[in-house]
């Protein structure tokens, strides 16, 4: 048996139990908050969205009315055609909108990636359980097995809530990972031969969720996104922390979370 199969974590199985419900704990404080913060981002892009498609539908229906006696008086053709149809009501004006494909822009494109990175990450702690229960990663100490499904269900919880806002705003929800990394993400965790790699892999994920919250609480123009934002953000870092402490990374603590990890909106494919 290789070296890489016997691997354990850094720190005492109790360490590592006590870190996950201290996790769990600020996870659950924070749920209150980030439900209802992406409640009122939801009702704004509603709202707005309602607030944009009457603007537009009086300006037709009153530009309407002029091109029809513009065109009566100076054209002898019967063959006018009807005015362009509104936006259909999932469309929102300026930062916070979507165009009539269905692509996320503004303020729904961070949403959206927001969404997407969530899923990723469950989907590579999911696949780690397979993997460990498929015999593939050697030993996985049960303290390392909790922390797994506590993580997993804590990033299933973001993507529910941010998922509430893409269909508030009329938008499909997002329930795969419509991101360009994906494949190099799967083929990594394909060639994981212990929960050390698995530990490394998932640490790139959390710190690249993390720093993305960060940077979109400062580039999204909605209030109540930011909020949405900032409330999931530390829970993200703890992950980070946790599995730092699990490889025997003993964090610095930095003045300021860097964005350099930060995902990009082009990452997403949809």
């Not at 797994?148 to 998922?163: E, I, L, S």
């Not at 360009?180 to 698995?198: F, H, M, R």
């Not at 979370?257 to 990009?264: E, F, G, N, R, V």
């Amino acid at each position: 048996m290789s070296t890489d199969r016997i691997w354990e974590p850094a720190i005492g199985e109790a360490e590592l139990a006590r870190l996950t419900r201290d996790m769990d704990e600020a996870h659950r404080a924070t749920l209150p908050v980030m439900r209802e913060s992406a409640r009122e981002l939801a009702e704004q892009i509603r709202v707005t969205g309602q607030a944009e498609l009457a603007r537009r539908r009086f300006l037709l229906g009153a530009g309407g009315v002029a091109a029809a006696l513009t065109l009566a008086a100076c054209s002898s053709s019967k063959d006018v055609k009807d005015p362009a149809p509104s936006s259909p009501a999932g469309t929102m004006p300026g930062s916070a909108s979507a165009s009539a494909s269905g692509r996320y822009t503004g303020d729904l494109q961070v949403v959206a990636l927001a969404t997407a990175l969530e899923n990723q990450a469950v989907g590579a702690y999911q696949a780690t359980l397979d993997a460990a229960k498929a015999g593939k990663l050697g030993t996985v100490p049960p303290a390392v097995a909790t922390f797994v499904t506590t993580a997993m269900a804590q990033h299933a919880d973001h993507a529910k809530a941010w998922n509430a806002v893409l269909t508030g705003a009329g938008l499909p929800a997002i329930t795969d990972v419509p991101l360009s990394n994906q494949p190099e993400t799967l083929a990594a965790l394909g060639k994981a031969a212990s929960v050390g790699d698995v530990a490394k892999l998932a640490l790139d994920l959390e710190d690249q969720a993390a720093q993305t919250y960060l940077f979109a609480t400062y580039n999204v123009t909605s209030p109540a996104g930011i909020a949405t934002a900032a409330s999931i953000a530390p829970v993200e870092a703890m992950h980070a922390a946790v599995l730092n402490y699990v490889l025997g990374q003993y964090p610095v603590p930095d003045d300021f979370l860097p964005t350099d990890k930060a995902a990009s909106p082009t990452l997403l494919t949809v």
